[in-house]
């Protein structure tokens, strides 16, 4: 309750306080205030003062989850969090599976993976946190009594090392952690592979379990509407459930409908195992619905009489996408870009000196990309984590993508702009062609361009390389005429070819809106081509199928620019081939959809 205040005293809050301390403080303060304030009450001379709503703070009941410390916050939030749980309840987090309480700290500096061991000394034990780190002064491990961190590390801390991640928020398994993933993508609109990456970064679990976190997490989000249709015939009603509740299901009911490693009740009782960790009484919804599920089978899609709604609920996109494609593509060829979509994603390199390119191929163990002369692929792999990958003789680039450069014929002396340069790929690509020559790469965001600038230092070619940060729409604006004797726009676009890669695109309602996208596209081609030289030639790129942002676009820029002519593209795979352009979608040869057009300006 808030009411007038008969008599105040102010304390201070050292970091030597918490809430031990604290208490003892403020009793010896209720203490004096009494004694000082009673005889005034007995005599009748107490004047009330109204407290300012704005300074008065209430306490809600600590929850058990807020107990837990998460090391990717920073070693101040952590610090404070210990203290204001000493004596009671106690902050905690797990050390080798058991639980692990802190009970005092110091906030000091540091730099590791959160959770990572730094530093290790007779009385000392450095754990690194997001931002800098924490000194554990004192600690309880599980079934020990509280204890200095000196006599931890001379007894059950004795086994631990520096470089080692061994302090974590909480125990955690694939499925855990591809549900945290789930969390970000659905509720909070992260894209799946950011999500799932720093989910992985952060993560103790095993090669083996991280292919299982990457396969439920992309498997879950790829056939979102198709698991949801299956889940509605089994939930009455899917908003009175808790949101993480519901993804528990769709990922349970994947692995129960498309993965057949683990045995149905495995995974029944990792599910149930998992939700009651969460919230105490939900593994009884959870295992209820899925044994529902098994005793009663799956329902069967094809009762479904709309056609685009049964495609839609078959293949898990939207049906303004079923119809969308059929439209652009007929019946026929759709189904074939549906059905290659839920097909799981190659892994592609460039090959960044050909003459290597056998060897490497070689040490891979990948084949040669059908599409591009300097691509190898794989069925899976994760080549970011090779030495190949780390000196630069190789680099992650989808081999649709790396047919982009070398339509740009440079000769090696040439000023060339990349309007939309970010992550960089193409940027290197078109750097290795150059010898006294430049690339000029823009982006709107400085850590996009820190990103160009580390690829191009990776590959080595940032000599070639100038980052300049600048909306590709105002390059007129920034650059002069006759700057550029060569430019690409690889423009910013829907990402419907990507949907292999990225299933969490075709959710977004934004994807859908293709006349706001051309006109940015449009935008940004009418700015560069006021800095081209004549004679010089435009790549205008998308990594989309839909008309609306690629063969519609290069009608309407030839129109508008009567000084411009149409470039006609070639390749040795004619299927790839239309109207000049090349357009792969992902059905032809296992790849990202794409899309290359090119301009010439015309000399007089």
């Known amino acids: 309750m808030q009411g007038d205040m008969i008599s105040r005293r102010s304390i201070s809050i050292t970091d030597e306080d918490n809430v031990g301390t604290l208490f003892e403080k403020l009793a010896l303060v209720g203490r004096d205030l009494l004694l000082d304030t009673l005889p005034a009450y007995i005599a009748g001379d107490i004047k009330l003062e109204p407290q300012d709503p704005s300074q008065v703070t209430f306490s809600p009941n600590i929850k058990p989850e807020e107990e837990k410390l998460d090391w990717t916050k920073s070693n101040r939030q952590l610090f404070n969090q210990i203290r204001g749980m000493n004596p009671w309840p106690v902050a905690h987090t797990f050390l080798k599976g058991e639980r692990f309480k802190i009970y005092e700290a110091q906030a000091v500096e540091g730099k590791g993976l959160p959770g ?33 961190i000196a006599s931890f590390l001379n007894g059950v801390g004795r086994t631990l090392t520096v470089g080692e991640k061994n302090l974590v928020t909480k125990i955690e398994t694939a499925r855990s952690v ?79 409908k498309y993965l057949d490693k683990v045995p149905d009740h495995a995974v029944v009782n990792e599910a149930v195992e998992l939700a009651k960790s969460r919230k105490k009484g939900s593994e009884k919804l959870v295992n209820a619905v899925l044994r529902r599920i098994l005793r009663e089978g799956w329902p069967d899609i094809a009762s479904i009489k709309r056609k685009n709604k049964r495609d839609s609920i078959a293949y898990s996109l939207p049906v303004w ?41 070689a040490l891979l163990e990948a084949s040669t990309s059908s599409l591009s002369p300097s691509g190898l692929v794989k069925e899976q792999g994760h080549f970011a984590a090779s030495d190949l990958f780390a000196e630069g003789a190789i680099t992650i680039q989808d081999e649709s993508s790396q047919l982009v450069a070398p339509t740009l014929d440079l000769q090696g002396d040439e000023m060339v702009l990349d309007a939309c340069a970010a992550p960089g790929g193409k940027t290197a690509h078109i750097a290795s062609y150059l010898m006294t ?15 160009i600038q580390e690829n191009a230092e990776r590959l080595g070619v940032a000599n070639c390389v100038q980052t300049q940060k600048l ?19 690889d423009a910013p676009c829907s990402g419907i070819g990507l949907l292999r890669r990225k299933p969490d695109i075709k959710y977004n309602k934004e994807t859908a809106d293709f006349a706001s996208l051309q006109e940015i596209q449009l935008e940004i081609l009418g700015s560069v081509c006021q800095t081209l030289r004549k004679g010089g030639i435009i790549t205008y790129s998308t990594c989309t199928i839909v008309a609306e942002e690629n063969f519609q676009v290069v009608q309407a820029f030839l129109e508008k ?27 032809l040869y296992g790849s990202d959809g794409f899309f290359i057009s090119q301009f010439r300006k015309i000399s007089d």
């Open 116 to 148: 990572e061991i730094l530093s290790i000394g007779k009385k000392e034990l450095i754990v690194a946190t997001a931002e800098g780190a924490l000194s554990l002064k004192q600690v309880q491990p599980a079934g020990k009594p509280k204890m200095d």
């Open 178 to 256: 591809a549900l945290e993933v789930l969390e970000d993508v659905f509720i909070h609109q992260a894209y799946s592979n950011i999500a799932l990456n720093k989910h992985l970064k952060g993560s103790q679990l095993s090669p083996t379990d991280k292919g299982l976190i990457t396969e439920l997490v992309y498997g879950t989000v790829a056939r979102k509407l198709t698991l949801e249709w299956y889940l509605s015939h089994f939930i009455e009603d899917r908003d009175k459930l808790d949101s993480w509740i519901y993804f528990l299901l769709l990922l349970s009911a994947y692995q129960l």
């Open 321 to 361: 996408l079923v119809a969308k494609l059929k439209e652009e593509y007929g019946e026929e060829r759709a189904q074939a870009i549906f059905e290659s979509l839920l097909v799981r994603n190659k892994a592609s390199i460039r090959v960044t000196d050909l003459g290597r390119k056998e060897e490497i191929q």
């Open 437 to 451: 020559g430049q690339v000029t790469a823009l982006d709107l965001y400085d850590h996009k361009l820190e990103l």
């Open 471 to 489: 909306d590709a729409r105002k390059v007129h604006e920034f650059f002069g005429q006759d700057s550029f004797d060569k430019i690409l726009v």
């Open 561 to 587: 620019h009567p000084d411009f002519e149409q470039v006609k593209l070639e390749h040795e795979c004619k299927d790839i081939l239309k109207d000049g352009c090349i357009l792969i979608t992902p059905e």
